[in-house]
């Protein structure tokens, strides 16, 4: 179903104190189009990463994550959006993830197109054996829990499961 992913390259990090997570992680790549991809990943308390993509020509519109690029080159977009998650997960195996399938400016945020194929994937490229998986159809959420580092602390799924709530104003 899914292609190779597109080369990417690791733009730094930087820190921060008037966001509510620790770092800012920037990725980049090119489509087969010549345009510009920007992956956003905020890293919060606990290892948790969430992963933001948009394309670079969106950058300064408040809708950046519900537009689509009309491209029709999905799958290597998210393939590649996965390579850099297992990126994260290789320089911390202890890592989380969480995303949000933007709707798009036609849609409910319940249940998204994006959030739809994107839950699909993750069950692919991510092992139950090494994963919790849970989802809010409800929000179109998805975390990745890490079932090494969630063993490892009482409380863990409930303090990032509040943490999703508190920052991005929903429920799990």
Avoid at 35 to 57: G, M
Avoid at 78 to 95: A, V
Avoid at 102 to 131: G, H, I, Q, T, W
Avoid at 154 to 161: A, F, G, H, P, R
Wanted: hydrophobic fraction near 35%; glycine fraction near 2%.
């Amino acid at each position: 179903m899914f292609n190779t992913p597109y080369k990417f390259n690791y733009l730094g990090h930087t820190k921060t104190k008037t966001e509510p997570f620790n770092k800012l992680h920037k990725f980049a790549f090119k489509c087969r189009f010549n345009h510009r991809y920007i992956v956003r990943v905020e890293e919060y308390e606990n290892l948790v990463f969430v992963v933001k993509f948009y394309l670079k020509n969106h950058e300064n519109s408040d809708k950046k994550y519900q537009l689509l690029s009309g491209f029709n080159d999905v799958a290597r977009v998210i393939s590649t959006n996965i390579e850099i998650m297992f990126w994260l997960y290789q320089k911390n195996d202890l890592s989380l993830f969480g995303f949000i399938g933007a709707n798009s400016e036609d849609e409910e945020v319940a249940m998204s197109k994006r959030f739809k194929v994107y839950s699909k994937v993750m069950l692919r490229c991510f092992s139950p054996n090494k994963f919790f998986h849970r989802k809010s159809s409800t929000n179109s959420a998805y975390l990745l829990l890490n079932k090494k580092h969630i063993e490892t602390e009482e409380n863990l799924e409930e303090l990032i499961k509040e943490m999703f709530i508190k920052y991005y104003d929903m429920s799990l």
